[in-house]
């Protein structure tokens, strides 16, 4: 079988200074090696776009500084038209939230001790957003009281086995499956790549409604985050614990505070609690002096665990 042709085209991005993108790159690919979807490996961080069904590989490199960013983007695929070529930008654009201006978060620091070491330490970091609510929601659902290295494994089994491929210089990327795909997998599909009985009712739920109409995901970047929340955790499977995460790392939004995430309470525990953890109400109550920067506030604070620089960390006065 012969291979198709590959296109390559390339454009430059010049995000809101300041720009920090190897913190950005880091964060978005903090589990270490290479995944079917995206990896950042010398610099470049890799991944596939799905546009409406066309597949193409995104290669981002910083040619710039922090306080005079500028982004080269270089994409390869079957088919690189005028469409293809504004579409990727905008996904890209949007993932690694090159328009967002962190001035307003960072006057706020400047005033507050906990978090003014963390925003000069992660200057210019952003937090990076998925490509779309229905890949975002059923990966907080497999997500759901496992860890992040088993829910990527999970993760990883779902795209190989459902999702469209493409190979570009010997490696092959897997994009994340459509709903109409999941939804004919159904429960049992869902079972025998290793998820539970219970997580796959949840998808393959979700997955109908959206093939068929009932629901439309993607209208909730146009909505509140009061709505966003009613409408997610209506959906069988889904809590605030999941709803929150989607404000935080998929619909962009400023102020998402997963307050019943384990390790947010343990690390707030750790830096504001005297070594113990805090109840959801308390990592909540907690948050409101951040409002309405808490998505950034609780991202800089994982960011510095997963950086490595925990001593960046805000202490108890």
């Known amino acids: 079988m012969t291979e198709p042709i590959i296109h390559r085209a390339s454009f430059t991005i010049e995000p809101v200074p300041p720009y920090g ?3 950005t790159a880091d964060y978005a690919t903090h589990f270490t090696g290479r995944y079917l979807w995206e990896f950042y490996e010398d610099g470049v961080y890799r991944c ?17 500084t922090v306080d005079s960013p500028r982004l080269k983007v270089e994409l390869s695929g079957p088919t690189l038209g005028e469409t293809i070529l504004i579409e990727a930008r905008r996904k890209i654009e949007w993932i690694f939230q090159t328009n967002v201006d962190l001035a307003p978060f960072y006057r706020m620091t400047d005033a507050d001790p906990f978090l003014k070491p963390l925003a000069e330490s992660h200057r210019g970091f952003h937090v990076p957003q998925g490509p779309s609510v229905f890949e975002g929601l059923v990966s907080a659902i497999l ?31 897997y994009a994340f499956p459509h709903p109409e795909v999941l939804a004919a997998a159904g429960v049992e599909g869902l079972r025998d790549k290793k998820n539970s009985g219970r997580k796959s009712e949840y998808i393959a739920g979700i997955a109908e409604k959206l093939a068929s109409g009932e629901i439309d995901l993607e209208g909730l970047y146009d909505k509140t985050d009061e709505e966003v929340i009613e409408t997610l955790t209506a959906l069988r499977g889904v809590g605030i ?15 998402g505070f997963p307050h019943g995430d384990l390790a947010l309470q343990k690390t707030l525990g750790d830096v504001a609690n005297g070594g113990v953890r805090m109840t959801g109400e308390e ?3 907690y948050s409101l002096r951040w409002s309405p920067f808490r998505t950034y506030a609780t991202s800089y604070i994982f960011g510095a665990i997963r950086s ?9 006065d």
């Open 241 to 255: 614990w999941s709803a929150h995460w989607l404000l935080v790392r998929t619909l962009g939004r400023p102020d």
């Open 21 to 23: 993108f190897q913190l």
């Open 143 to 173: 997500g759901q009281q496992i860890s992040g290295q088993v829910a990527r494994t999970l993760r990883t089994l779902l795209m190989e086995s459902y999702g469209e491929s493409i190979t570009v210089d010997g490696v092959t990327y």
């Open 283 to 285: 990592a909540l109550e």
């Open 308 to 316: 490595g620089r925990q001593s960046d960390l805000p202490q108890q």
């Open 48 to 64: 596939v776009v799905d546009i409406d069904g066309t597949l193409v590989v995104a290669a981002v490199r910083s040619e710039g």
